[in-house]
Nanobody, 125 residues
Framework: QVQLVESGGGLVLPGGSLRLSCAASGRTFASYAMGWFRQAPGKEREFVAA????????YYADSVKGRFAISRDNAKNTAYLQMNSLKPEDTAVYYC??????????????????WGQGTQVTVSS
């Protein structure tokens, strides 16, 4: 019912910034909560940030709080993850996800219904 496509990943120096985009298909984007997750090789996929559909409220993992910001532009059917003060430990494949229960903030992988293909973020000097 929905397709998600991430973009904006790449190589960045420690302390640098990067903005990821997630383009969503369909007219139902406005009703979905959106989330960002990341997965490093050999590790479990972990929650990064989420934004609720109803009031646009946001929630962040402790590891990125104060450095990352999630946002959305419903007119463009796009969600974003602004990443600042990047650290080498932020290196991972970043995935966007859609939660059809748009009024909640979900932090677990199983709570999301649709996933993008992922985009690689590498923070290295």
């Amino acid at each position: 019912q929905v397709q998600l496509v991430e973009s904006g990943g790449g190589l960045v120096l420690p302390g640098g910034s990067l903005r990821l985009s997630c383009a969503a298909s369909g007219r139902t984007f406005a009703s979905y909560a959106m989330g960002w997750f990341r997965q490093a090789p050999g590790k479990e996929r972990e929650f990064v940030a989420a934004i609720r559909w109803g009031d646009g409220s946001t929630y962040y993992a402790d590891s990125v709080k104060g450095r990352f910001a999630i946002s959305r532009d419903n007119a463009k059917n796009t969600a974003y993850l602004q990443m600042n003060s990047l650290k080498p430990e932020d290196t991972a494949v970043y995935y966007c996800a859609a939660d059809t229960r748009g009024w909640r903030i979900a932090t677990r992988v199983y709570e999301y219904d649709y996933w993008g293909q992922g985009t690689q973020v590498t923070v290295s000097s």
